[in-house]
Each structure stands twice: as C-alpha cells, then as structure tokens.
C-alpha cells in the first residue's frame, strides 16, 4: 500500500477572480500553486498559512479561505521517490482564497530559499497542463474541474 506525504495548496484568486500561478526558480516554465508539505503532527489549515507566508510572503489576514478540498493524490516517479525515500507520493488538499483588498503585493524573495522566480495572474481557464510534470497532471485536472468547473 502506498504512503502519501501530507501536502496543502492554495488556490489565490484576486478580486477580479483571477488566479496565482508561480514559476519555479529551478525550472524555467514550470508554473505551479504554492503548496507544501504538512509537518508531522500539523494541522493542514495551520500548514497552508505557513507555506503562503513562506512562499508568496502573504501573511493569513491577506486573505479569506473561501473552500477546501482533500484526497487528491499521486504517485512521484521512480527517480523523485528514490530522493524522498519515506513516501510513495502526495496526498493534497487545496484551499481556495481570496485575497483580502488589504493584502499586500506577492513577495518571492521573503524566504531562504526562494521556491519561485516569477508570478502572475491568470483567467483558470488559461491555466496549460504542459505547464506541470506528467505525474501531477492528474490532480490539477480534477482540482480545476472542481474548483473552476474548467476541464483541462
């Protein structure tokens, strides 16, 4: 039986419902959601706040979580697993938030190490699969269908 890595990410739509996508500092058009993994023992709600700080410098009163849902899994691929050796893959559960018109501007750099390069806006519908690692494909299919009702 497989073992999942807790794992939280957020779905930032702006105002004009617009949503946060973020490209990797380590692969150049790779653009994701911020997410991260719960640490042991965590709440996942407590893990989300930590890693949108962490990642977009967004601190929790920027923004208002509107609806969450888990049990999106997947397996990592043979050579990810070999470098994560205590789980098989991720379990997500993907909070969707809406940013407070208070909210500071996305800050990449407010981390040691930053994840993130760059950041913009999108409609949901313009998110591309071509975007993500064939492995994780799956999961953003289903969370755009059940967040956004768009099919990828």
């Known amino acids: 039986m497989a073992s999942y890595r807790p794992n939280v990410a957020a779905l930032v739509i702006n105002r004009e419902g617009k949503l946060l996508v973020c490209e990797r500092v380590k692969s150049k058009g790779a653009w994701q959601f911020p997410q991260g993994g719960a640490d042991s ?18 601190p929790a009163d ?17 050579q990810v697993r070999k470098q994560k050796c205590y789980f098989d893959g991720q379990e997500q559960t993907y909070y969707l938030c809406r940013l407070k ?38 999961v953003y299919r289903a969370v755009m269908l059940d967040f956004f009702d768009v099919r990828l």
């Open 101 to 138: 018109k208070s909210a500071p501007e996305i800050n990449l750099n407010g981390h040691k190490n930053p994840e993130f390069g760059r950041y913009k806006w999108i409609k949901p519908e313009h998110f591309k699969l071509k975007w993500l690692p064939e492995f994780k494909r799956q």
């Open 41 to 58: 023992g965590e709440k996942l709600t407590k893990a989300l706040i930590r890693e949108v700080e962490e990642e977009i410098g967004l």
């Open 62 to 78: 920027s923004y208002k979580i509107l609806e969450k849902r888990g049990g999106y899994t997947y397996l990592y691929p043979d």
